[in-house]
Each structure stands twice: as structure tokens, then as C-alpha cells.
């Protein structure tokens, strides 16, 4: 009796904490979208676990602010308001070309294939009359993060991972969307340009790169009005009782 009290805690903490990356993976690869419900129950079932490490990894998301839970208790992925956006754009393109001008000095040979192996996935899977939105996302998300690794920086890694913990719901919106910036292979060349300035060793053509990478993405996402535009209003006392009552009655 004594042993399995000792080994079930841990047991219910590793389980939890693989319930954890999987929603983060989802999350991060823009695979749910903003305002999207989300089941504890069918969590549950899809990872074939029990409710309860579900249950401590989304109050962990939501303690990071990566998922929310509504005045009725109505678990879902956040919306973003174009400030919050413009925000995490920002810092982003600081900290990301932080950690790409500083792996175009330090990665290797083998390092710069991987990227340049992921560029070229992407680019034939753009070429292609229906490109899978899916597949766009994934490569695009494991050829960022393959360049930013290479950084050294772990802490910094960090940082970045939960920036799009925040934003990977929205971040990917003109891939998933198949935009014109799809057929234009747009990304493309920003992630041409990425790669060979990474071949150069030239920090600062790379982290141009991915600036105009993010802001390219980013401008379109604004303009395409998927975000929360209310915070651009006035916000008075009175009328944010008023929304608060009319967001429980919607939900």
C-alpha cells in the first residue's frame, strides 16, 4: 500500500505532463483556432487517458494564458485583440532575430542541410495545386524552431516557445486559410532569403529575413480581420459591465 502510494502521484504527474506537450504541440502549430471550445472529456478520450491529467494540464495552459476558461466555466482557446497581436508581433521579431542572428554565427554544416531540408519541403508542398494547410504549418513551425535552437540559448528558446503557445492559434491563419499569400508563395522567399543568409554566416541579412517573414505574416492576419478589434475602442467602466453580462449570455 505504501509503494503505490508513492508511485501513483508520479505516475499521474507524467501522464499529465505528456498531456501538456501534446496540447502545446496543438496549440503552437496552429492546429485550433481563437474562441474554439474544447472538452476535457474528449481530450481525455483522444489521448485514451482519464480526465484528471487532462484536468491539471489545461489549468496549467490556463495559468499561461494559453487556454481560457469563460465566466460559466467554458474551457476554449483565447481570442486575441489586434493590440495584443501587435504586442506579441513585436517582441517576437526582437527576440526571434535575437536567437536567428546568432544561430547564422554559431550552427554547423549539418544544421544548416536540416534547414535548408525543411525549406525545400515547404516549398514543394506550396508548389502544389492544393497545398496541405497542415502540412505548411508543421514545416513551417519545426524550420523556425530548427534555426532558433541553433542559437544556444535555451532560455531564450523558452521565451519564444511561449510566444507561440499565445499566438500559434492565430499565427498560421494565412496557411491554414490558403490565402493569396499561399499561391504567391510569399513565405517562400522570406524563407529563401532566411536560408541563405544563414549560409553566409550573415546575422543581420538573417535576421532580416525572419523580420520580414513575421511582419509579412502579421500585416496580412490584421487586415484579414480575424482578430479582436474591440481594444482599439474606448473602455469605459459602465460599458465593460455591459460586455461582461452579454459574453455569459452568448456563452
Partial sequence: MGFTSLVTPLKRQTLSADVHRQLCDLLVSGRVMPGEPLS?????????????????AVHRLVAEQA???TPNRVLRVPTMTVSQFREITSIRINLEGLATSRAAIAMD?????????????FAHEMSLQQPDGARLIA???????????QAGMPMLLQMIESLWLRIGPILNYDLRSGSARVHER???????????????????????????DIEGAAEFIVSAGVLVSADALPA???PSRGKAGSARAET
Wanted: charged residues 25%.
Fill in 67 to 69: 487556454l481560457e476558461l
Fill in 109 to 121: 554544416e549539418d544544421a544548416l542541410q536540416v534547414v535548408a531540408g525543411m525549406h525545400e519541403r
Fill in 236 to 238: 469605459p467602466a459602465r
Fill in 186 to 212: 510569399v513565405a517562400v522567399a522570406h524563407h529563401a532569403h532566411l536560408v541563405e543568409a544563414l549560409k553566409r554566416r550573415d546575422a543581420d541579412a538573417a535576421r532580416l529575413a525572419l523580420r520580414g
Fill in 139 to 149: 514545416i513551417n513551425k519545426d524550420l523556425h524552431f530548427a534555426v532558433y535552437a
Fill in 40 to 56: 476535457l472529456r474528449s481530450i481525455a478520450e483522444a489521448l485514451g487517458v482519464s480526465v484528471m491529467p487532462v484536468r491539471e
